[in-house]
């Protein structure tokens, strides 16, 4: 079973661990031991995937019983001991740090199993160890340089009811993604500084943080959410298709891009001179040419097949693209014959591709054209058609002899790269092969990432095909066509929705409640309107310009219990009551909030897709080390290299840092997890391509991020709760502060919120003012001249003000509450 961070989050883990605790009464084996208690506890609890793991692997110094990796890179070695061989702790140290060569190793077997352990280590080149008998977890370091190793920490759980009763620091060390943002070194390491930043206030407090209803209208929206405002893809769809499609594309808008990144082709692409597509509502101009012409060769000549690659980003609408050209932009569709091949649903083994094309080409054409062309292409003298080259073959010829275009498309033929790194070669093979062989046009849609993967491996410079470059289509105009269109469809009777939708649906007078608010989002995501603009450009900012991931922050919003439909709705009641003709004006802070909290009652990156800038990853010691990095590119975002406009040589970045104290693997760790958000991209085009990468860029979410959210007074309120903080006294003040917890929501609690911000800011601003202290030549370099916390300070008091006055006509009939005192 494959499970991923974001599946698998903290609250999720606990249930399965309390799953797993209660089966475990009795002693067992080490076989027993690893097979029945551990093996679950990583891959079901903590998030690790079974390719992770390497078991009973040979070292010159023995067997170890567990080697675990990231992307192939070892992270921390795992000796496993027969689970009734219990750990003698010493009971009377009351804290979970202990001195390896210390007290720790008067119990032989801890000694001993340590020791054979970090022999282990040592043979693999792995700074971490872990020794268990399934129930009690020692975990350590198990080299340092310059010193005894044994004059490390090590990091003791006692039983599975310490873990248990301190589930948050366990998940925290150990789960996947924290391991891969440098958890071991931050709680294992022997350096103080890592001991400052210990202390975040969600801690304790995963009970409280349990996923959260959806809000009262969410049954009601479920439906049209799954109709309207997904992927158009499927037949069902073709109406929403017609109308919703967006033909202008963003690189239209790159005059209006001032200072910002945009999607324009990438530069390591250039060779292959990609052609743009430009589409209007009847045509997608340079790519129709190439197929049509394809067409007219086909059918005027001997037949031969040809190859187009449909390049563009996550995101970008290659798959919608697709789907609209063949079903409403081809000028003869009736003598068009296409098959869609979604490799999502392909079997993994590379070597099965071409088996999988050919069964889903059959497949497809029984069902959508074998009745339709039996007698005009005299199907029955064929028999029964299998699965094969030869018999689809066949199938073709007849095809293109009585004058039909075939065409192949073959979609998501990357997503299967990470897991087999020959995959996507064999499919394009493979595509070349089928285009030859059965005479098709052949269209395959790869990601700007895949494609360089090919451009890299030379793979494409055997094929002569024409490549097209599609970017993508601006949120506003996305997400404005889907609202009116859910207006009209909320404008039909119930009876004639359900046919639409093909789901029985009863609205009844609830209808006019959806249809307000959606009138609502409709009036209020304009980028006429100042409030609309910003949400907007929120929505596209945080999604990278990647639309799937900008309509899921928008259903969100739709469903999220954190979104207080009741107001809305109250509130433009009474706007139409007054006569106003301008309507409620949706508010920025309710959907960001929503998006960012998603389902839950609190803010935890772990769960959230929104990153938290101020989060401290291994090695750092700062708060302040993503901003950095992102000033510093952001600084040279017009700079020229070979990889093209605003990449900057990692290395340079390193040397720079280095120059100020700052750790590389700091750096790497930073550029990983800000990559992992979108924040900044690598030459390469790959989320997960550091290892590989020689240079960086920011990207237009990461302008966003340095120059607006960071500075949001929403965004701040929320982020604090998962910051790891080095003052147990300001976690204490800011715990007093959860008001999220204490049920019903009061009308004077935005007051609360400013102070807990307050807490928050003065804490980073001190931290600030520490590092400078320390680090007088911070304003020396490009690198880390810049202070942040003033800036983003005046940000914060100017949403604050702003808050208070709209307050305060708002209830100017009624009380104010001043921050800190009573109603006046």
């Known amino acids: ?71 192939q890179l070892p992270k921390f070695v795992v000796e496993a001991k027969k689970e009734g061989q219990a750990f003698e702790i010493p009971i009377s140290h009351k804290g979970r740090y202990y001195k390896i060569g210390g007290a720790i190793s008067t119990d032989n077997k801890i000694r001993t199993a ?61 789960n996947k993604q924290s391991v891969r943002n440098g958890s071991l070194r931050k709680y294992v390491s022997e350096k103080t500084d890592r001991l400052q930043y210990r202390f975040r206030p969600i801690d304790h407090l995963r009970s409280g943080n349990m996923p959260i209803t959806r809000n009262n209208l969410s049954p009601l929206l479920q439906p049209f959410i799954d109709y309207v405002f997904t992927d158009m893809i499927q037949d069902s769809q073709l109406d929403v298709l017609r109308r919703c499609y967006v033909t202008r594309r963003s690189f239209e808008d790159a005059g209006l891009a001032i200072n910002r ?36 060769f086909m059918q005027e000549k001997a037949p031969q097949g040809s190859l187009t690659l449909l390049m563009g ?31 999502l649903n392909a079997p993994s083994d590379p070597l099965k591709i071409e088996e999988y094309v050919l069964i889903d080409i059959l497949r497809q054409f029984e069902i959508n054209y074998s009745q339709k062309l039996n007698e005009k292409v005299g199907l029955a003298a064929l ?37 087999s790194p020959e995959y996507q070669e064999r499919a394009i093979a493979v595509a070349r092969y089928l285009t030859d062989s059965l005479k098709t046009h052949t269209i395959l849609t790869l990601r700007e990432e895949s494609f360089f993967k090919s451009t890299m491996s030379g793979v494409l410079d055997a094929f002569q095909a024409t490549v097209f470059h599609i970017s993508s289509p ?90 207080d439909v009741d107001e809305m709705l109250t509130k433009e009641t009474q706007e139409r009551d007054s006569g106003s003709t301008r309507g409620y004006q949706l508010p920025i802070h309710h959907v960001v909030k ?31 080390l993503h901003l950095r990095l992102l000033n510093y590119l952001y600084k040279r975002l017009g700079q020229q290299s070979r ?23 700091a750096i790497g760790a930073s550029l990983q997890l800000m990559a992992q958000y979108g924040l900044v991209e690598f030459e390469n085009q790959s989320k997960e391509g550091y290892e590989r990468a020689s240079f960086t860029k920011i990207t237009n979410t990461g302008i966003y991020y340095l120059n607006d959210l960071s500075h949001d007074f929403v965004y701040l309120d929320l982020v604090w709760m998962d910051t790891p903080i080095s003052s147990k006294e300001v976690v204490e003040k800011l715990r007093k502060h959860f008001i999220e917890l204490r049920g019903k929501k009061k009308e004077d609690e935005i007051y609360e919120r400013f102070l807990r911000t307050e807490i928050f800011l003065d804490y980073l601003k001190d931290m600030e003012d520490k590092e400078y202290q320390n680090h007088t030549d911070y304003k020396n370099s490009d690198l880390t001249d810049k202070e942040f916390i003033s800036e983003i300070r005046q940000s914060y008091e100017q949403d604050k003000n702003y808050i208070i006055e709209s307050r305060r006509k708002r209830f100017s009939d009624g009380p104010v509450t001043p921050l800190g005192g009573t109603p006046s």
């Open 1 to 71: 079973m494959l499970v991923t961070i974001l599946e698998n989050d903290c609250d999720r883990a606990l249930q399965e661990f309390d799953k797993l605790a209660a089966q475990f009464d009795r002693d067992l084996s080490e076989l027993d031991t690893r097979a029945k208690l551990m093996d679950p506890l990583f891959i079901q609890v903590l998030g690790w995937n079974e390719e992770d793991i390497v078991r009973d692997e040979y070292t010159h110094k023995g067997y170890l019983d567990y080697l675990f990796c990231i992307d």
């Open 114 to 174: 340590i020791e054979q352990t970090q022999r282990y280590c040592i043979d693999k080149g792995v700074n971490f160890g872990i020794i268990s008998n399934g129930h009690q977890y020692i975990l350590f370091e198990s080299f340092k340089y310059g010193s005894n190793w044994r004059e490390g920490n090590c990091v003791v759980f006692r039983s599975l009811d310490d873990i248990r009763k301190n589930f948050g620091l366990f998940w925290d060390i150990l």
């Open 261 to 296: 990144n945009f999607d324009v082709l990438p530069d390591f692409a250039r060779k292959y001179k990609p052609i743009m597509i430009i589409e209007s509502g009847e045509s997608a101009t340079g790519f129709e040419e190439v197929y049509l012409e394809s067409q007219r």
């Open 313 to 343: 980003g996550i995101g970008s609408g290659k798959t919608t693209f697709i789907h609209h050209f063949f079903n409403f932009v081809l000028k003869n569709p009736a003598t068009t014959v296409w098959f869609y091949i979604n490799f």
């Open 383 to 419: 028999g029964q058609l299998k699965a094969n080259i030869k018999d689809i073959t066949l199938l073709f010829s007849l095809l293109i002899r009585e004058g039909h275009s075939v065409s192949l498309v073959l979609d998501n033929v990357d997503q299967h790269s990470y897991y």
């Open 474 to 563: 601006r949120f506003e105009d996305l997400i404005r066509s889907r609202i009116n269109y859910m207006l009209d469809l909320l404008g039909k009777d119930d009876s004639e929705i359900s046919n639409i939708l093909r789901k029985p649906l009863k609205l009844g007078p609830q209808k006019e409640i959806v249809r307000m608010f959606f009138e609502i989002l409709g009036n209020s995501l304009r980028s006429t309107r100042k409030k609309g603009k910003e949400i907007l450009r929120f929505i596209e900012d945080t999604s990278g310009g990647d639309m799937r991931t900008a309509l899921r922050f928008f259903n969100t919003f739709l469903l999220s219990g954190n979104t």
């Open 594 to 624: 929503s998006i960012i909290l998603e389902h839950s009652r609190l803010y935890s990156m772990t769960r959230s897709r929104i990153m938290n800038l101020f989060e401290v990853v291994t090695e750092s010691y700062s708060h302040f």
């Open 643 to 665: 990889q093209g406009r605003g990449f900057v040589a990692i290395d340079d970045i390193i040397e720079e840092g280095e120059k100020m104290g700052i750790n590389r693997l």
